[in-house]
């Protein structure tokens, strides 16, 4: 059983940029969840996609935008990237669009300069 | 929405310590998860325990949902135990509490 991947680990762009990330979900989970860590805080949660549709939103900007791909896989992208993007990504991912338990990914450290 | 506090925010420990972490919340608690984010970032799950108590080796969690917290035991703490610890409540997104950042020193 896989578990929940994320490319690219490290990515460094400059303002007014965009960026995609990716995730791959655990074996047999059909929901992603996207969430936001900057520095010292805790994470944020960005958009969840269950069975490639979105399924609840953050408080964050349309510039935030995601899919969801038929095999479950997941992207993040950013528009016009901000100075104050830059944060830890991470991705989660379950069984059922549900309150179900949320396994994460490694992360992808964003740094906007 | 739901707000969630954790105590404390910082914990220094010397190897062998035991210590209680507490996750209080503004609201009713549905499912709660706690997690253990490493120094490297990746969170890893610890308890999914929307009420009682569940152990798992030197760790233990009591969610009391009537009374709104839950606490996290962590006995004879090890280096490796070190990091942050957040709880969140599962409503179908995770909201996240302050955590509490833990040291443990040789």
């Known amino acids: 059983e896989t578990g929940v991947t994320q490319s690219p680990t490290h990515l460094i762009k400059t303002r007014g940029q965009q960026v995609t990330l990716r995730c791959s979900s655990q074996?047999?989970?059909?929901?992603v969840s996207w969430y936001q860590q900057a520095l010292g805080q805790g994470p944020q949660f960005i958009f969840q996609?269950?069975?490639?549709?979105?399924?609840g939103r953050g408080n964050f900007p349309p510039r935030f935008s995601g899919l969801q791909f038929p095999n479950y896989s997941s992207e993040l992208n950013v528009n016009a990237l901000e100075l104050d993007d830059s944060a830890l990504y991470l991705c989660?991912?379950?069984?059922?669009?549900?309150?179900?338990?949320?396994?994460f990914g490694p992360g992808t450290r964003l740094l906007v300069l | 929405g739901i707000q969630v506090e954790q105590s404390p925010p910082d914990l220094i420990l010397q190897e062998g310590a035991n210590s209680t972490l507490r996750c209080n919340f503004s609201?009713?608690?549905?499912?709660l998860q706690w997690f253990h984010q490493n120094p490297w970032g990746q969170l890893i799950n610890l308890f999914y325990?929307?009420?009682g108590t569940k152990q798992n080796g030197r760790l233990s969690a009591t969610t009391v949902a009537t009374e709104r917290y839950s606490l996290l035991y962590i006995s004879s703490s090890q280096t490796t135990d070190s990091g942050v610890y957040f709880c969140a409540d599962n409503t179908d997104k995770l909201i996240f509490g302050t955590g509490t950042r833990l040291q443990v020193f040789p």
């Open positions: 996609y269950y069975r490639e549709e979105e399924n």
């Open positions: 609201d009713s608690v549905n499912n």
């Open positions: 074996s047999g989970h059909n929901t």
């Open positions: 325990i929307p009420s």
């Open positions: 989660a991912s379950s069984m059922s669009g549900g309150a179900e338990t949320q396994y």
